[in-house]
């Protein structure tokens, strides 16, 4: 059930991509004997069929596809096939790294930023947790600084200011909690 459900996620996410795929034209017999050369946007599907169900394999044969297109335009969707690819494989600080790169490429995306926030927490070193300290004052300042015109037409005046405060306040939550394992990390001995 869940390597299914693993699978529709990948579809959807990867779907856009493939639709883009133009059809190959058929070549006459004459033309056939020598190898053509797959298109990014084709070799990126291929690249997703040959890892099947395996979600190790999917992980690998996309790295391999990066670092052959480091500049694809397909990168976001990429990454977070990868970052939902490794969150099944349990590999949260290498999940942590795909999130944080759509990041980087997508800094209005505050659903990813939180995602990384909470990845980057889970890993617990100093250095994640900076950076997702980083992330959380981000996403704080887009809460604070985000206007009336953002809201759905069916939300009141009224209940924006609350959701507002609300998500304001767990950030804050957020953000003390994060400062608070910087300051209890700095306080333990280290081990030699």
């Not at 099947?52 to 596809?65: C, F, K, P, S």
């Amino acid at each position: 059930m869940c390597s299914s459900r693993a699978a529709a996620l990948l579809l959807l996410l990867v779907s856009p991509l493939l639709a883009q795929t133009p059809p190959i034209p058929k070549k006459s017999a004459s033309t056939q004997s020598t190898p053509k050369q797959l298109s990014p946007s084709d070799e990126l599907q291929q690249t997703i069929e040959a890892a099947g169900n395996d979600r190790a394999a999917l992980v690998r044969n996309l790295e391999n596809y990066l670092q052959k297109y480091p500049q694809a335009p397909e990168r976001p969707q990429i990454f977070r096939a990868l970052v939902e690819a490794c969150l099944q494989l349990r590999d949260t600080p290498k999940a942590a790294s795909y999130a944080e790169r759509i990041v980087s490429l997508t800094p209005e995306d505050m659903s990813i930023t939180l995602l990384a926030i909470q990845l980057l927490e889970k890993t617990g070193d100093d250095a994640a947790l900076h950076r997702a300290l980083n992330y959380s004052t981000r996403v704080i300042e887009y809460v604070r600084t985000s206007s009336d015109s953002e809201k759905s037409l069916r939300v009141s005046p009224e209940e924006w200011a609350t959701e507002k405060k609300r998500d304001e306040s767990s950030l804050l939550l957020l953000r003390a909690r994060l400062k608070s394992k910087l300051h209890d990390s700095r306080r333990r001995p280290q081990r030699r």
